[in-house]
């Protein structure tokens, strides 16, 4: 898990890290200021994910 305060940062790792072990990775909103970056989690709602490895989609970008 790896902590981010910068949404721009959080995504570029997302993206980034599924290009390099090309699985999904996510952005889940931790706390108020606090988001992480972890591979795709069924039982969590991510603000931001990479379905193919290295593209980011937002659709399921969750409303806070």
Not at 2 to 15: Q, R, S
Not at 43 to 62: A, D, F, I, Q, W
């Amino acid at each position: 898990m790896t902590p981010f305060t910068d949404i721009g940062a959080a995504i570029e790792e997302a993206a980034w890290l599924s290009h390099v072990y090309q699985t999904p990775y996510c952005v889940y909103q931790r706390t108020a200021d606090v988001m992480e970056v972890t591979p795709e989690d069924p039982t969590r709602n991510p603000m931001y994910t990479t379905g193919m490895p290295g593209v980011v989609k937002t659709e399921y970008r969750s409303a806070a």
